[in-house]
């Protein structure tokens, strides 16, 4: 029998194509570790393969099972660089700064292909990620993204497409023009989860699922989680729930917001479909995105984040055929055999919340949509941290992420109001 989380409505494409998926025993008895990870989505799982291969102890806990939020789910495209252009980081940082945020998340793209190579997890890469434009004045900005990249941040791979070419290459013309960036690609999410939780427990974490921490602190100069089942005591903790994490931690919960996101997948296209025949990935420049791609088997898998309730599922595969339709007409009546959703972890200003919440405890999460490629990198940087090298994860910690406003209370229908705001204006 299938498991899927009761937290996310829909059983996903992803967990029927994903193959073989261990079951993790729940914790039972009081543990100690060198360092504890609460989280087992690609940041926790990870940060727990990269401290067990350098010889550290490590006990991870995972309220659901391993991938059972966004990073089982997400729209599975890598991206380039950071969330925020790198243009614009040069605008609020400075040149220097935003070419090693740049270094970093080129690194990050880099150690994620070589991870999986060099552990034999197949995560059906697809390589090329389209950029478009559904609005025309936003073309100049698109056009001068793509010179910026190549002349200023040494990144030939983004050219620009006009509306020709983007017609061409996406089979819809719907979209006034855009980038193309053959420096990067998209996976089956669900893979990666499987195989780095695999590459962790070979090299000695203790890894648990269906088990929710019910509390963090420190004491003694120790860190000490409570679930419901045993004690963990460890000397370092490392929170990676993202957007899952409730009232656990309340600094995290302050700066990391979760909003839904849903998917749909359709039936195989065909050979013969005119839909995005290089088989790259696609966003929108909608600020409530719409995100696309096509799988190896040539389905369509269509995202969008939108802020209606979604009870059951097959309101998810209304609300999607209806995008789809926007973009490809001709797929109105297309059959969608799979509707899920789950939730986001968003930031303020869109980008990674690390920051030390409590002593020895580091929290890391709201990578705002940019999550496949940077989360898996942040676990491999705490572990360096952990191993006496802060320098980098520093170059997230000291980025300005203040907290929502509105406190407990008013966060989330301030939010609400907002992203009702930015649908409305994506359509004007």
Do not use: C
Not at 98 to 105: P, R, S, V, Y
Not at 240 to 267: D, K, Q
Not at 278 to 301: P, Q
Not at 314 to 342: F, S
Request: no cysteine; glycine share 12%.
């Amino acid at each position: 029998m299938s498991y899927h989380s009761p937290i996310s409505p829909g059983f996903s494409w992803y967990e029927e194509t994903v193959g073989p998926r261990p079951i993790y025993p729940a914790l039972d008895g009081d543990r100690r570790a060198d360092v504890v990870v609460i989280g087992g989505g690609f940041t926790g799982l990870s940060a727990a393969a990269h401290l067990a291969k350098a010889g550290a102890s490590v006990v991870l806990i995972e309220a659901h099972r391993f991938g059972d939020g966004a990073s089982g789910r997400n729209g599975g495209q890598l991206g380039t660089g950071q969330r925020a252009w790198a243009e614009e980081l040069e605008a609020e940082y400075g040149l220097t700064r935003a070419k090693a945020l740049f270094a970093i998340a080129e690194e990050a793209k880099a150690h994620l292909l070589e991870f999986t190579t060099t552990n034999g997890i197949d995560i059906d890469y697809m390589p090329g990620q389209m950029s478009v434009v559904h609005k025309k004045r936003y073309l100049d900005d698109y056009r001068r993204h793509a010179e910026i990249m190549a002349t200023r941040f040494d990144y030939p791979h983004i050219s620009f497409m006009d509306r020709d070419e983007t017609a061409r290459r996406l089979g819809s013309t719907r979209y006034f023009g855009g980038t193309h960036d053959t420096g990067t690609g998209h996976i089956h999410p669900l893979k990666l989860v499987v195989g780095t939780a695999r590459v962790a427990a070979a090299a000695g974490a203790a890894l648990f699922e269906r088990t929710k921490a019910t509390g963090i602190s420190t004491n003694g100069g120790k860190v000490i989680v409570t679930t419901s089942t045993g004690t963990i005591t460890a000397a370092k903790g490392f929170v990676a729930v993202n957007a899952y994490g409730g009232p656990l931690e309340p600094v995290s919960a302050a700066h990391v917001m979760p909003i839904g996101s849903f998917i749909g997948a359709t039936v195989p296209l065909g050979a013969d479909s005119p839909v995005i025949p290089g088989g790259e990935s696609v966003d929108d420049s909608r600020f409530v995105v719409r995100y696309f791609r096509k799988s190896r088997d040539g389905r369509l898998l269509f995202g969008g984040r939108e802020v209606y309730a979604v009870k059951d599922p097959k309101d998810i595969h209304i609300a999607i055929r209806r995008q789809i339709a926007e973009v490809y007409p001709e797929l109105r009546d297309v059959e969608i055999t799979h509707g899920w959703g789950g939730y986001v972890g968003i930031t303020m200003p869109r980008k990674p919340f690390v920051r030390e919440v409590m002593p020895n405890v580091i929290s890391a999460g709201g990578y705002s949509g940019h999550g496949v490629m940077l989360s898996n990198f942040m676990g491999k940087l705490y572990a360096e941290t952990v191993a006496g090298n802060r320098d980098r994860l520093k170059l997230f910690e000291e980025l300005n992420i203040p907290a929502f406003p509105g406190g407990r209370r008013l966060r989330s229908p301030l939010l609400f109001l907002a992203l009702n705001w930015y649908a409305l204006r994506d359509r004007l």
